[in-house]
């Protein structure tokens, strides 16, 4: 057991260590030369140009941390690739008889490859006569054996109940994807092709930085041991690493936590907050840096302690906030990747200090097959 964890307290911290390499692993075989150019190549797809050209509309299915790729995944594809997208929780998308129409493409996103939902939706949109893409990490497994196409993410075997690397190369999965579909629809120059590939390529360096910062999280993390409710906001895609910042906290160290899009607060979450609520307010999104302080303001004269996770540019922040910490500047579609670092990291430390058995907490499984 030790000898596996190569000299780290859990699975969880090493995993999370290995989220450079993960990404390295998920993009690089992807990426090649043609002709002097830069190309992204998924030979899984399967899929001429004219047919990626054809899609109309995608589904994405999943469950848990997946799904939360999945959340991302929307605002990524529909940004560069103009493609509506749709996501589900699979246990969901079942029983609502979804609507599938000619031309739209399921993707169902697991790590194990064995979550049942997301196996069974997988089922149903093929047995409608639909194309299914796995995103998946476990090669073998009954998603990826089953789907029609299977984009594998290189994360190697995860242990720790709580993803971490599996959910990184989902998103560095989801970026190539709709990458590539921006490309071939002509939605993109090449110098904007050009640019994304080396904020894609600089994403190891940036997280392998930001896991470096681990003390400071650990030590901010040790003040709130005792919190009752921590909540996460923001907007776009930072909502949707909110909600996978609060899942993390919420499945290991067992502090109730809730996630919430930020101009939604008023609509109830504010009644919430007392004297001294943390709430992590994650602001990378430079066109919603105002909308983000004035929220921050409105909690904050409600007596709550904030945490920013934000830009390196966004300085104005820290007047509003108690706290800030900054990831590196990196495309607005990518920054998923990086601020969700701090927020493992201060899961992860909240669940050491609280004594919690953070590799296998209670009435978890790593893989649920049960519907
Ligand atoms: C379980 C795990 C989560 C995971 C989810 C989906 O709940 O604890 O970490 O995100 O299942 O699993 P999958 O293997 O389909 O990604």
């Given at each position: 057991?030790?000898?596996?964890?190569?000299?780290?307290?859990?699975?969880?911290?090493?995993?999370?260590?290995?989220?450079?390499?993960?990404?390295?692993?998920?993009?690089?075989?992807?990426?090649?030369?043609?002709?002097?150019?830069?190309?992204?190549?998924?030979?899984?797809?399967?899929?001429?140009?004219?047919?990626?050209?054809?899609?109309?509309?995608?589904?994405?299915?999943?469950?848990?941390?997946?799904?939360?790729?999945?959340?991302?995944?929307?605002?990524?594809?529909?940004?560069?690739?103009?493609?509506?997208?749709?996501?589900?929780?699979?246990?969901?998308?079942?029983?609502?008889?979804?609507?599938?129409?000619?031309?739209?493409?399921?993707?169902?996103?697991?790590?194990?490859?064995?979550?049942?939902?997301?196996?069974?939706?997988?089922?149903?949109?093929?047995?409608?006569?639909?194309?299914?893409?796995?995103?998946?990490?476990?090669?073998?497994?009954?998603?990826?054996?089953?789907?029609?196409?299977?984009?594998?993410?290189?994360?190697?075997?995860?242990?720790?109940?709580?993803?971490?690397?599996?959910?990184?190369?989902?998103?560095?999965?989801?970026?190539?994807?709709?990458?590539?579909?921006?490309?071939?629809?002509?939605?993109?120059?090449?110098?904007?092709?050009?640019?994304?590939?080396?904020?894609?390529?600089?994403?190891?360096?940036?997280?392998?930085?930001?896991?470096?910062?681990?003390?400071?999280?650990?030590?901010?993390?040790?003040?709130?041991?005792?919190?009752?409710?921590?909540?996460?906001?923001?907007?776009?895609?930072?909502?949707?690493?909110?909600?996978?910042?609060?899942?993390?906290?919420?499945?290991?160290?067992?502090?109730?936590?809730?996630?919430?899009a930020a101009g939604e607060l008023k609509h109830g979450t504010i009644s919430l907050i007392e004297d001294g609520t943390l709430v992590v307010a994650v602001s990378t999104q430079p066109e919603?840096?105002?909308?983000?302080?004035?929220?921050?303001?409105?909690?904050?004269?409600?007596?709550?302690?904030?945490?920013?996770?934000?830009?390196?540019?966004?300085?104005?922040?820290?007047?509003?906030?108690?706290?800030?910490v900054y990831i590196p500047q990196t495309n607005p579609y990518f920054t998923n990747s990086l601020a969700i670092i701090p927020l493992q990291l201060f899961a992860y430390y909240v669940a050491?200090?609280?004594?919690?058995?953070?590799?296998?907490?209670r009435n978890l499984a790593k893989s649920v097959t049960v519907e």
């Amino acid at each position: 057991d030790a000898a596996e964890k190569a000299g780290y307290e859990h699975f969880m911290l090493k995993e999370m260590y290995e989220q450079p390499r993960t990404i390295v692993d998920t993009i690089s075989p992807r990426v090649r030369d043609r002709n002097g150019e830069r190309e992204i190549h998924i030979e899984e797809l399967n899929m001429t140009d004219d047919e990626l050209r054809a899609i109309k509309k995608i589904h994405i299915v999943a469950c848990g941390s997946a799904y939360h790729a999945g959340v991302t995944g929307k605002y990524v594809l529909e940004g560069l690739a103009r493609i509506p997208v749709e996501v589900d929780l699979a246990s969901e998308f079942r029983y609502r008889n979804p609507l599938l129409e000619e031309g739209c493409m399921v993707i169902v996103i697991s790590q194990s490859g064995e979550t049942a939902d997301t196996l069974a939706a997988l089922r149903e949109s093929r047995e409608k006569g639909f194309q299914v893409l796995g995103i998946v990490n476990v090669v073998g497994s009954s998603i990826a054996r089953e789907a029609d196409a299977c984009l594998y993410t290189w994360a190697g075997p995860e242990i720790a109940v709580a993803t971490t690397k599996a959910y990184s190369a989902q998103l560095a999965a989801l970026y190539l994807l709709a990458m590539k579909l921006a490309k071939v629809r002509g939605l993109m120059s090449d110098r904007e092709f050009t640019a994304l590939l080396a904020d894609l390529k600089c994403l190891p360096d940036q997280i392998e930085l930001l896991l470096g910062q681990k003390q400071k999280i650990q030590r901010f993390a040790n003040r709130y041991l005792g919190a009752r409710d921590i909540f996460f906001i923001g907007r776009g895609i930072d909502y949707a690493i909110s909600l996978e910042g609060s899942l993390k906290l919420k499945e290991i160290s067992y502090v109730h936590s809730e996630a919430y899009a930020a101009g939604e607060l008023k609509h109830g979450t504010i009644s919430l907050i007392e004297d001294g609520t943390l709430v992590v307010a994650v602001s990378t999104q430079p066109e919603l840096y105002q909308k983000m302080i004035s929220n921050i303001v409105e909690v904050k004269a409600r007596g709550a302690f904030v945490m920013a996770v934000t830009n390196e540019e966004n300085k104005a922040v820290e007047k509003a906030s108690d706290y800030v910490v900054y990831i590196p500047q990196t495309n607005p579609y990518f920054t998923n990747s990086l601020a969700i670092i701090p927020l493992q990291l201060f899961a992860y430390y909240v669940a050491v200090g609280r004594g919690c058995d953070v590799d296998k907490p209670r009435n978890l499984a790593k893989s649920v097959t049960v519907e």
